[in-house]
């Protein structure tokens, strides 16, 4: 399959790019970025036959692309989403899908009119440490889940676009729709009410949050908890959890760790999910690792092929965004916003 790369920026390049070169089922023929800088390095990776562009809207004019990974910044995601379908190409979109959930029902229905997939880059849910631990959730290893958390303290995510209020759509938007989307995943039950608080309490230098407290109320009683701090150097680690009535799931990110406990018997189980060693991860600027992109564009390619719907589909990312943009609302009004009024913004 020929693909194009719009945005060869650093995650552009480094996650992308280089699992496109060494993965036998695809080709990439082409990569756009306003920075020469970036499609030297981009060069530097797909060799010197890589066609390159300034302007991301040239690429889609190449007729022997078959599909696009759409890695600009967030604000350009729903412009370049639509343009792509209408050039007739496949689509991964990095996370978020849109910066409202208008445009992401926009977007999905441009897929559809196109009859062209549509896969959105939530790589967690392809992580092999995830997958384990959505799958004993499945096999109700601890019992109905009850409650889910994550917290992830951090340094600061690196300078530039990202620091941009207008051109990531919020701190919480670009940083853990993640971490909604692998709760909705695993909690598997319709979000009802978003309660939020955070602040910019120490890197004023920029105008997105800085750090976030938010708590997730799904039917049926079901809560998930979100903590997130970006002013924290050391460590790094992402720290996801789960509870149900029988026991209890604990992971850690950066170690590939998970511990399974059940209330009922004196056994903890401790284990380490191994990656691939294939996946050409990414490292972020403070040495944390992200992975899952290799098995994610290996599933991008077998949907495109088989006219499958992907697992981290448009309807699920959807989702993910509408908690993502209820939580800012809640900081900024200081109250619990419904899921359903943020779902027909």
Known sequence: MNVGLLGAGWFGRTAHLANLVAMPETTPLAASSRSEASLDAAREIAGPNLKTFTDWKELLKIDEIDAVIIALTNNLHFEACLAAFAAGKHVLCEKPLGLSNRQCDEIIAASKAAGKTLQVGHEMRFQRLYQRMNEMIRAHSIGDVQLMWCREFRGPMRPGWRSSEELTGGMILEKNSHHFDLFNWMIDEKPVRVMATGGRNVLKDRDVLDNAQVLVEYENGRRASLEVCLFAPFGGECEVGAVGNLGRIDTRNQDLFLSHQRFDLPDRTEMQIADSPDDANFVDSSGRIDRGIRPE????????????????DGASAK???????????????????????????
């Open 297 to 312: 564009l290996e599933h991008f390619v077998e949907c495109c092929e088989n006219n499958r719907e992907p697992l981290t």
């Open 319 to 345: 989702m993910s965004v509408a908690l993502c943009l209820a939580a800012q609302e809640s900081i900024r009004r200081q109250e619990a916003v419904e899921v359903e009024e943020v779902l027909t913004q």
